[in-house]
Structure formats: structure tokens, C-alpha cells
């Protein structure tokens, strides 16, 4: 069964999940085309220490860095590298912490520069689709309601939903229970109550929702190589809404003003 955290746990895992939207932001500062994904990560591993806290990935389970940064066809897990962004480019930002023992996690895609209106609708729906399953998450509710939403929502245009990979709860670990898919069926799965904590994190592909693993043991792209997107908050259920923990806002100021990097 998911754990149910006090407003003292609670609180820390708002503090390190709002260190990964102010992370994620400082990327997103240094987002441009020709900028390699490895120099990205090192941007947001000395941004994370600096602020007194430790990259939550790296070493996970062996994984080699702080950011997971997956381009286009990778959807998630995509090792930073040497790989340079370029104009056009669909870039999902996936980030975790600790701070005091709590874990943060959230994500964000971004468009480089000038994006095809695929691309460019692919990002806004897998966002909103984020809300719509945030928007269902609160005491009484199922964990089937949320997939229920994201799944609805994105199947209306035409788009898939990655089903071996789901979002899952978070506190002193990274992974807790329980899984949270973002499909489903309504009034299915175990019942949301107040005070747990978990990760609402959809991954939308533009074609089929087939995926496949690389030969690095992480990557993840999709079988027919089109596009992918995700956005992930980590919230607290409550009463009556959910609140979210993890936070957007700092990357949105960026996002505005950068004329090379579209959400
Ligand atoms: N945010 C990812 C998730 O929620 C974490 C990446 S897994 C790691 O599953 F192993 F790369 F750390
Ligand atoms: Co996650």
C-alpha cells in the first residue's frame, strides 16, 4: 500500500521537487542549438550542489548522470552524451534531487528554436493532459481516474500512450507505490487518499505507444521513431484537489523570453 507522509515530510518533498523546477530552469537558460546534452547535465549538477543538495539519479540503479535529456524519438532515460541540439528539436528535461532524504522529480519538454506544428501540439497537449490528470487526483478517487483522463484526452487526437513506463509515488525513495499509468480505466486501481504523495508523468508519443530499449540499457525510443513528449509534477493528494509540489514557473520565465526554446 502507498505510504501516507505527514505535512513535515510533505514540505520536504515540495522543498527538493521545487530545487528540480528551479534545475530544470537553469537548463533551460542554457538551451541552444549546438549545446551538447552532456554539457547540459553538467549545468545542473553543479546547480543541484550548489544549492546544498545531491542529484537523486546518478548512481540510481547505476545511471550515469543528473539529467535524463530525451530527444525527438528517445522518450525517456536518455543519457546525456554528445549528442548537440539542434533547431527543430522535441527536448524532454527529466529531473530528480534529494534534499534531508527526500526525493524531488519532475520533468518538461521544450522546443528548440523553430518547431513543426506537430511537434509544437504534440508538447501543448502531453502538458495539459498532465493537468487533466492532476485535475482528477484527490481523496476518494482512483488511481484509474488519472489514466483515465491523460488517456482520453491525448487518444482524441490521434495520439498514443506509453504504457511500459508509469508514474509512481515518491518520498525517501524515488520509486514508491504505487504505479500511477496514464491509462486506465475509471473507478479502477487503489483508492487515492490524503497525504500520499505521488508522480503524474505522461509520456504521449506522436504514432504507436510501442517502445523499445537501446542497447545502453536506458534509452528508451519509440518503435516507429516519432516523436515522443512528457511532463511530470509530483503532488500530494488532498481533500478535495491536489497540490502540486514540483513547480513550472521558473522554467515558463524562461521559455517566454527565450526566443530558441518554444514549451
Ligand atoms: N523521473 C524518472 C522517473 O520518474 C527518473 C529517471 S530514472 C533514473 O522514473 F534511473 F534515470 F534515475
Ligand atoms: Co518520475
Known amino acids: 500500500m502507498a505510504q501516507i507522509k505527514t505535512d513535515t515530510e510533505i514540505e520536504k518533498i515540495r522543498r527538493s521537487s521545487l ?8 537548463v533551460a537558460r542554457h538551451m541552444r542549438p549546438g549545446i551538447s546534452t552532456i554539457e547540459l547535465d553538467k549545468v545542473a549538477e553543479t546547480f543541484i550542489r550548489d544549492n546544498g543538495a545531491k542529484p537523486a539519479f546518478k548512481g540510481y540503479h547505476g545511471y550515469p548522470a543528473t539529467l535524463c535529456i530525451s530527444v525527438n524519438e528517445v522518450v525517456v532515460h536518455g543519457i546525456p ?30 522546443g528548440i528554436g523553430e518547431i513543426s506544428e506537430d511537434i509544437r501540439l504534440l508538447m501543448e497537449r502531453t502538458r495539459e493532459s498532465l493537468y487533466r490528470g492532476i485535475a482528477a ?5 482512483r488511481i484509474g481516474d488519472i489514466g483515465f483522463e491523460v488517456q482520453s484526452y491525448v487518444e482524441g487526437y490521434g495520439y498514443s500512450v506509453v504504457r511500459d513506463l508509469v ?11 504505487p504505479e500511477v499509468p496514464n491509462f486506465g480505466k475509471r473507478g479502477s486501481g487503489s483508492k ?8 503524474i508523468e505522461p509520456m504521449i508519443n506522436l504514432g504507436s505507444r510501442m517502445v523499445v530499449q537501446e542497447r545502453d540499457g536506458w534509452t ?37 523570453e527565450n526566443i530558441y526554446i518554444i514549451r
Open 220 to 256: 528508451i525510443r519509440t518503435a516507429d521513431r516519432k516523436p515522443s513528449a512528457h511532463f511530470e509534477h509530483a503532488i500530494a493528494i488532498g481533500k478535495e484537489k491536489a497540490e502540486i509540489l514540483s513547480s513550472f514557473s521558473e522554467i515558463e520565465e524562461v521559455t517566454n
Open 167 to 177: 508514474g509512481h509515488g515518491l518520498g525517501t525513495g524515488l520509486h514508491e507505490k
Open 81 to 110: 552524451g554528445k549528442q548537440e541540439l539542434k533547431d527543430g528539436d522535441l527536448v524532454s528535461i527529466d529531473c530528480g534531487t534529494i534534499i534531508d532524504g527526500y526525493y524531488g522529480d519532475s520533468a518538461f519538454s521544450f
Open 137 to 141: 487526483a484527490f481523496s476518494g478517487k
Open 192 to 199: 487515492l487518499e490524503e497525504g500520499m504523495v505521488i508522480c
Open 19 to 26: 530545487l528540480v523546477g528551479k534545475t530544470i530552469a537553469e
